[in-house]
């Protein structure tokens, strides 16, 4: 069965720098994009970034764009989220996802399956 | 970037009744590329609808979407204990930047 496993987080003061991880297992990792979507504390869902299959496409949600970097390694089976200049508004949960893409990249994609997310705390 | 509306806010129902859930975008949503998901407290979103009306798997028939351009529609045909939680609208297909809606909770009256 799918499963997706996110690690990394923690508490993290402001400017700080973190990076989380998600291990993918039970489907083929390289043939899909994968996704990282967070939800700050009682708040709803954001998208923050995606990923193509290959790691060569890749989006940001402009809230995160020149601070956050995602990448993959295919060979681990593994998604990654390098977050620099940490600010207060980035605390939450972070959630990994995998994405099903339906008319072509550009476009985005649903998502399918969820890790049970990783817990960002940037605070002084 | 697409708006998306969720209402009401919160949902006051009872077992055994219907449940329906509004969805409505700020600019029509491209071929219905419209997702729904239900989150309980303390677990991760779980798809439930995609493509506005298909069922993901393993999700009862008692759940169905309907809508397309700017409203769209949930609806829990008769609402199960475990039914009780947050219901997210997302959009897609229209560029890269994905949106969700704020949240519909249903909670028991």
């Known amino acids: 069965q799918v499963q997706l496993v996110e690690s990394g987080g923690g508490l993290v003061k402001p400017g700080g720098s973190l990076r989380l991880s998600c291990a993918a297992s039970g489907f083929t990792f390289s043939d899909y994009y994968m996704s990282w979507i967070r939800q700050a504390p009682g708040k709803g869902l954001e998208w923050v970034s995606y990923i193509s299959s290959s790691g060569s496409t890749i989006y940001y949600a402009d809230s995160v764009k020149g601070r956050f970097t995602i990448s993959r390694d295919n060979a681990k089976n593994s998604l990654y989220l390098q977050m620099n200049s940490l600010r207060a508004e980035d605390t939450a949960v972070y959630y990994c996802a995998r994405v099903v893409i339906v008319v072509d990249p550009t476009r985005g994609g649903y998502f399918d399956y969820w890790g049970q997310g990783t817990l960002v705390t940037v605070s002084s | 970037e697409i708006v998306l509306t969720q209402s009401p806010g919160t949902l006051s129902l009872s077992p055994g009744e219907r449940a329906t859930l509004s969805c409505r975008a700020s600019q029509s949503v491209s071929s219905s590329y419209l997702a729904w998901y239900q989150q309980k407290p303390g677990q991760a979103p779980r798809l439930l609808i995609y493509?506005?009306?298909s069922r993901a798997t393993g999700i009862p028939d008692r759940f169905s979407g309907s809508g397309s351009g700017t409203d769209f529609t949930l609806t829990i045909s008769r609402l199960e204990p475990e039914d009780f939680a947050v219901y997210y609208c997302q959009q897609y297909g229209s560029s890269p930047r994905l949106t969700f809606g704020g949240g519909t909770k249903v909670e028991i009256k």
């Open positions: 493509g506005a009306s």
